[in-house]
């Protein structure tokens, strides 16, 4: 076989592959259609429930950010810790986007991961570095970007900011211990206020 003929095999053999690919994607398109249970990070069987509410593109939720990573690494399963929207659409123009986006990577099992590595971003999170930061991540980007265009993650965010309504979350972060709203944020009170219901919990 002289090297032309065997070329023509290889780009042949190339674009076969190429049509399969397509032809299966097709028939098969990324199924964004999941509610994925939103994941708890520590011990699910823990007395003392630490709930932020929080929004991307908030500076204060960027800024309180690494001190939730110190309050995770400090009692890791002696708390259970929720992490529930709360978009604030009249000022941050991408906190719905972003937020559904969180969702989006929770399918794909990078839920806190995708949290932390998108602070990282904000306040420059348009669909383009959602997207981006997805690939880098190692996701499958294609099913992000189908979830993501697809909206469907918006009754999710919404369910999340009806509850922080519902419990009379007027800023953010808002950070509850159990019932309790922390009034301020730093890793001192916080730790006081869970420390205070883990001994609750052992009388």
Excluded at 81 to 97: G, W
């Amino acid at each position: 076989m002289n090297l032309k003929k065997a070329i023509a095999y290889i780009l042949l053999a190339a674009v076969v592959a190429y049509g399969s690919w397509w032809f299966w994607s097709e028939l098969n398109p990324p199924d964004y259609r999941v509610m994925t249970e939103k994941p708890i990070f520590g011990n699910i069987s823990s007395l003392v429930t630490v709930i932020e509410f929080g929004d991307l593109e908030c500076p204060a939720c960027k800024a309180t950010n690494p001190t939730i990573q110190q309050i995770k690494d400090k009692y890791k399963d002696r708390i259970q810790f929720k992490y529930m929207h709360f978009p604030l659409v009249n000022i941050h123009k991408d906190a719905l986007r972003s937020a559904e986006a969180i969702e989006c990577a929770n399918d794909q099992g990078r839920f806190f991961d995708y949290i932390d590595e998108a602070y990282k971003l904000s306040p420059d999170l348009s669909r383009k570095s959602l997207i981006g930061l997805a690939e880098k991540m190692g996701m499958n980007s294609g099913n992000f970007t189908a979830c993501l265009d697809s909206g469907f993650k918006e009754g999710v965010v919404m369910m999340d900011l009806g509850e922080g309504q519902r419990r009379g979350v007027n800023a953010i972060p808002a950070i509850f211990i159990n019932d309790n709203l922390a009034q301020e944020h730093s890793f001192a009170v916080l730790s006081n206020l869970i420390d205070e219901e883990l001994g609750k919990t052992a009388k």
